[in-house]
């Protein structure tokens, strides 16, 4: 009865003021900027703009400055009634009180009303999935808050340090944590599966710290920077005693994610309305073992594409990379699942040749080859001969050893414009069978040609590697699917292209394929 009346005489004490009062109080405004680090609020920021549908944006107020309110007025509150709230919350994870945390609190109640509005109606839809999987693992449920202040939950949010999705993972750590990344997919902006990952990570984080405060700043800034600023602090392990100690953006997380706890726990006491998600509450998944474009559904389904990005935010291409054995989720809303399934083979028909090209997935690439415009007459009597380049070899040096064109080296090894070897490579070599005793000592006998009027300008080395010549409107996902049990993360690795350089495949570039 005590408790409840101090709490009452606080509430009491407690003031409004209009929105424009608050928005001329220039000293208001610097003080709480000055303390909110400038790339934490740009974030809250873009995240919302980019992730809020039309028809959502056209609920809410031109600024974020304005409030959602049912009145003209925000409450502001003593620090004793926020001190109070927090302790209310009973929570598992320590709800430190302090002004550092009160800003935060005031930036989210306060300065951006707007977005907190659009993220509570947002939550309704993704912390059900955030709390069950918590929950699975024994974990304190308050962890679901981390996405609020990592990408505003937007689950294709993508930081200016190449983080992505809701629980906004690095590229290392993504693949770390199992999440399948390559041209067509990528599960770091996957909800379910992120989450998945998410959860693993806090879980390894807890086991090194033993103290979920901890845990969280180790989240943002990584283990190194925590285990430095306790080491620089004399060996603490409180969050507060290496608070300048850390790096000064995650000086702010903590006392960012207690905020955010705090407003989504009291955003009525603030007179603050949740906006309503455009999300389905009810959605189903089905599993697609085919390639399947977007818009093949769109076009046979009263469904939009926005509506299926929006559900499905890791397809990055608008593509469901299904085949050769391997399915992938869609989810779609509950009442569309089952005009798809009655419909489906339609919709995997629907333009296929536009969207797929299925035509020639077993075709022979070597006869392909034969059809290059350049052709090198190789006759019967010729001798196949495999030359292994040495350091301080070039191919005119080389061709020149054996008698030959250094066009025809060229054409019979797939030889790029700027005539690039390295050192062990394999060479392709046709001499007269009369010279071929002469040459034995240069490079290895690998046997007479057959009477075929011409060399296939594609030429497997030693059993291992084949050539292949990409074509226009070609991908690595694309290519790949021409060949069983090849997959593009094969190609890129055959040929030493990286996640950045993915896009920048060119037609007539040469591909090596392990067959």
Known sequence: MIRLFIISLMLYASRMISAQELTDSTAFREQLLNEVPTSFVQTIDEQYTRWQSDQCRQLLFDTADQPITDSSFIPVFPDSVYLGRLDALQSAITLSYNEIVRNYIELYTIRR?????????????????????????????????LPVIESALNPTARSRARAHGLWQFMYP???????????????????????????????????????????????????????????RSGDKKNYWDIYYHLPSETRGYVPAFIAAMYAFNYYKEHNITPVESTLPHLCD??????????????????????????????????????????????????????????????????????????????????????????????????????????????????AGKFGVRLTDLKYWNNLNRNLTIRLGQKLVIYVSEKKAEQYK???????????????????????EYTLYTVRKGENLWSIAKKYPGVSDKDLMRWNGISEHAVRDLKAGQKLKIKI
């Open 113 to 145: 009303r707007t977005q907190l509005a659009s993220m509570l109606g947002t939550s309704e839809y993704y912390f059900p999935l955030f709390e069950e999987e918590l929950a699975a693992h024994d974990m304190p449920l308050e962890l679901k808050y």
């Open 173 to 231: 750590t993504g693949r770390m944590y199992k999440l399948e990344i390559n041209s067509f997919i990528d599960e770091r902006f996957d909800p379910q599966k992120s989450t998945e990952a998410a959860v693993h990570y806090l879980n390894d984080l807890y086991a090194i710290y033993q103290d979920w405060i901890l845990v969280i700043a180790a989240y943002n800034c990584g283990p190194g920077n925590v285990n430095k600023a306790i080491r």
């Open 285 to 398: 998944t089905l599993w697609i073992d085919k390639a399947l474009h977007f818009d093949q559904i769109c076009k046979n389904m009263d469904v939009s594409v926005e509506e299926l990005r929006d559900m499905n935010p890791q397809y990055v291409k608008d593509i469901v990379p299904g085949g050769f054995g391997k399915s992938y989720v869609l989810k779609m809303p509950y009442h569309h699942v089952t005009g798809f399934i009655d419909n489906q083979d339609t919709i995997f028909a629907y333009k296929r040749s536009e969207y797929f090209d299925d035509s020639d997935r077993t075709a022979n690439p070597n006869e392909r080859f034969k059809k290059n415009t350049y052709n090198s007459s190789v006759s019967g009597d010729k001798v196949r001969m495999v030359y292994t380049v040495k350091q301080g070899d070039v191919p005119g040096a080389i």
């Open 441 to 463: 000592n240069r490079a290895t006998y690998a046997g007479k040609v057959s009477n075929e009027a011409k060399a296939p300008q594609v030429e497997t080395i030693d059993g």
